[in-house]
């Protein structure tokens, strides 16, 4: 299992941690930073054991101490059934998740589902797969989080429901039915669930409830449940951040220093001050703030203002000096050795054949179609409501009370929706929720202020995946088996210099080798090194994290021996994966569904690859044709995805169709770069991802499995590159090792 390979469980300490991430960050327990750490933003899920495989397997004893009409759900007069979300939807579709477990074990028809977020306490919405202590969204944990918690809620509302109708009709709960949001006994009494919810809240809380088996299913796994948001969502009716209006709003912009690391020496905002609609122009902690009556004063005022910088110690590297130096650190033994297996110089020494290559991976945006934005408001009372994505809403209502000057439970949150996310908002100060704050007391709260980013502040604010280098080296043996492997990985930490420093253990960062280490395959002497620099670039988890890159570079490296040894590039890995049953099953089916091995229509070519990220399992082969000019298009992609209990299929197959979209924009076209210092790219016109007419066939075959549900989120986009990389080799004999294709490609 997943979460067995990549480590034990972290060392929780008791004591508080400094102030580690900066200002604006508060002193929060290691403990709760150790759990969230574990799996936030595009997310990871590495570093500590979660529950017990063999107890995921089975329907989860239930013994609900909460009163689910108080904490998980509501039911109002007019019958609808709104579920409580402990996790924010950014599109991947946790409310439709929650909403189903809930309406399985409650008996509702479907019809009358809806599904908010819910938050404050940690105890009711902590995520599980984190250990508990601290609500969060990310590391595609959701499903896994919630598959227990939500069927309990929803089995232990139905009993209530059925206490408060035998009570009402005086007739023994047991003879009483609940069916698609009807509660009815043998005698012709029906009622509805919101005719009875008043009474059933009031009811004693079960101490126990029976869950549904398996076989008793008819919500959880069905094939044709719509959507629980697409009305919403298709119709434009759904409000984001940027949608929120308030009495008197005022809009902020932000000017970001140009460099990262520099600081505000002095401005003036004499001009600015002068532009109808421009109220103030304010100095906080993140730079300087333009506040105005509309967007386009606040806009208006911006380019107005003038801002000295100290740029004393900010990074003034371009990306070409950044990889030149990583180039030369991949040359020499890391830093820190992540992995170390067996007798390597001893394999190396007896091998048939030696072959290396090295990988470049450049730093990548998360690009989220909705900008940044937060909306703060102080209220009469004290309190300070906060409207926003928050995907880690107990770190961001403590940063918040830090920056107000109050404190959390002063802090009122509002989690809403977001337009994508990918792990950016999950950033460690909570960047624009602290600015919204900020702004609102530097302008001595006399109005709620909405602030919002542009695109190109996004683009530029930083917050990117890491560039990474590996050196790849292995062995063959006489008969082509892979007999010593090493991996030297070089890029930034995540973690370092946050206050997640914590998971960092004997200097490796566990997001930067997850996917390289530890891997499936059965090699007897490995080794993996990573050496970590010291880089000002602010980097985040990026959806899919360090799988991103190690994916690629494990998968295409094996590509390229399986060639060397002669080798079909699926018998290749199966040989190496008897001991990993679930990468083998779902390799074979992407492979089957795929008819590898048969013939392809003259000119297209065939490429696999096969990883694991957050506890799911994804196999995907990709078809590719070449144009006159050599451009690639990929046709057609089988992907074949084991990820336990599949809750509902269709969101899966949405899930995994996205992923492999999202990853092969990255791999064919996106790049960030500096140029001394200086992001170049800030828009989808400089910084390229994938278009719709690139979109290749997709076709989502889904393991049937009993095994309690992991994500899907972000394990869909590992396999991608890798396997068009493959194809790609297979049509031309070139190998891609540097990314994106685009660049390669024209150099």
């Excluded at 390979?5 to 327990?29: E, N, W």
């Excluded at 395959?521 to 899919?544: F, H, I, K, S």
């Excluded at 992407?590 to 297209?604: I, S, T, V």
Aim: net charge neutral; proline share 5%; glycine share 10%.
């Amino acid at each position: 299992m997943l979460f067995d390979r990549l480590g034990s469980a972290p060392r929780l300490l008791d004591h508080a941690t400094t102030d580690a991430a900066g200002p604006g960050v508060p002193d929060l327990s290691r403990r709760r930073f150790l759990l969230a750490a574990a799996a936030i933003g595009g997310g990871l899920a590495v570093g500590f054991r979660v529950a017990p495989a063999d107890a995921a397997a089975t329907a989860a004893p239930a013994a609900p101490a909460t009163n689910p009409f108080a904490a998980y759900l509501r039911i109002a007069p007019d019958n609808t059934v709104t579920v409580l979300s402990a996790h924010m939807d950014m599109g991947q579709g946790i409310y439709h998740g929650t909403a189903t477990l809930v309406a399985e074990e409650l008996g509702a028809a479907w019809e009358q589902m809806r599904a908010e977020g819910g938050w404050g306490d940690p105890k009711l919405y902590g995520n599980l797969a984190w250990g508990g202590a601290m609500q969060g969204t990310g590391g595609s944990s959701g499903t896994f989080s919630s598959f227990d918690r939500y069927r309990q809620a929803g089995a232990a509302a139905r009993v209530m429901l059925v206490a408060a109708a035998a009570k009402a009709w005086s007739v023994p709960a047991s003879e009483i039915k609940v069916d698609k949001g009807v509660v009815s006994h043998g005698s012709g009494r029906k009622a509805s669930f919101g005719e009875l919810a008043a009474a059933a809240a009031a009811m004693p809380v079960p101490a126990d409830v029976i869950l549904k088996a398996p076989d008793a299913w008819t919500l959880i796994g069905n094939e044709t449940l719509p959507r629980i948001d697409s009305r919403e969502k298709s119709t434009g009716r759904q409000d984001f951040t940027i949608d929120v209006k308030l009495p008197g709003l005022l809009t902020a912009v932000m000017i970001h220093p140009p460099l990262f690391g520099a600081k505000v020496k002095s401005f003036d905002a004499a001009k600015a001050k002068a532009i109808k609609g421009v109220v103030d122009v304010v100095a906080i902690h993140r730079g300087v703030a333009v506040v105005a009556d509309t967007m386009w004063s606040a806009l208006k005022g911006r380019e107005a203002v003038t801002v000295v910088w100290d740029e004393t110690g900010a990074e003034t590297r371009s990306t070409a000096e950044i990889m030149a130096t990583y180039r030369e650190l991949a040359a020499k033994p890391g830093a820190t050795v992540a992995e170390n297996h067996g007798d390597i110089d001893g394999a190396f020494a007896g091998a048939a054949q030696v072959i290396e290559a090295r990988y470049e991976f450049p730093y990548l945006a998360h690009a989220a179609l909705e900008p940044l934005n937060a909306v703060a408001r102080r209220n009469a009372d004290g309190t300070i409501e906060i409207w926003g994505g928050h995907q880690m809403p107990d770190l961001y209502q403590m940063i918040a009370a830090k920056v107000a000057d109050t404190t959390p439970d002063k802090i009122v949150l509002h989690v809403m929706k977001t337009g994508g996310g990918f792990g950016r908002r999950a950033v460690f100060d909570a960047d624009v929720v602290s600015e919204a704050v900020a702004v609102g007391r530097a302008i001595g709260w006399k109005a709620p202020v909405k602030v919002q980013w542009t695109r190109e502040d996004d683009m530029r604010g930083g917050r990117y995946r890491p560039a990474y280098v590996h050196a790849l080296k292995a062995g063959l043996d006489k008969d082509g088996r892979i007999v010593a492997w090493t991996n030297r990985v070089v890029g930034q930490s995540i973690m370092k210099g946050t206050a997640f420093e914590a998971m960092v253990t004997n200097g490796v960062d566990p997001t930067s080798v997850e996917g390289s280490a530890h891997l499936p395959y059965a090699m007897p002497n490995r080794r993996v090194e990573l050496t970590t620099t010291d880089v000002g670039v602010p980097v985040l988890w990026w959806r899919a994290v360090g799988s991103t890159h190690t994916a690629y570079a494990v998968e295409t490296f094996l590509d390229e021996l399986a060639a060397a040894a002669g080798r079909d590039p699926v018998e290749f890995r199966l040989d190496m994966l008897q001991g990993s049953p679930r990468h083998a099953a779902v390799l074979k089916m992407a492979a089957e569904k795929a008819g590898w091995g048969a013939r392809l229509p003259a000119g297209r070519f065939r490429g696999v690859a096969v990883a694991e990220s957050f506890g799911t399992v994804v196999a995907q082969v990709a078809e590719l044709s070449l144009g006159k000019a050599g451009a690639i298009k990929v046709e057609r992609v089988v992907c074949a995805v084991d990820c336990g209990t599949a809750v509902n299929p269709d969101m899966i197959r949405a899930q995994m169709e996205g992923g492999i979209g999202f990853g092969l924009g990255a791999i064919l076209k996106s790049k960030l770069t500096l140029d001394k210092g200086r992001v170049v790219e800030g828009n989808f016109d400089g910084y390229e991802v994938l278009r719709i007419e690139d979109m290749p066939k997709v076709e989502v075959h889904i393991l049937a499995s009993n095994a309690k549900p992991t994500g899907v989120g972000e394990p869909g986009v590992p396999p991608i590159g890798p396997a068009v990389a493959n194809a790609y080799a297979k049509a031309t004999g070139k190998r891609i090792r540097a990314l994106p294709f685009a660049q390669s490609l024209n150099t």
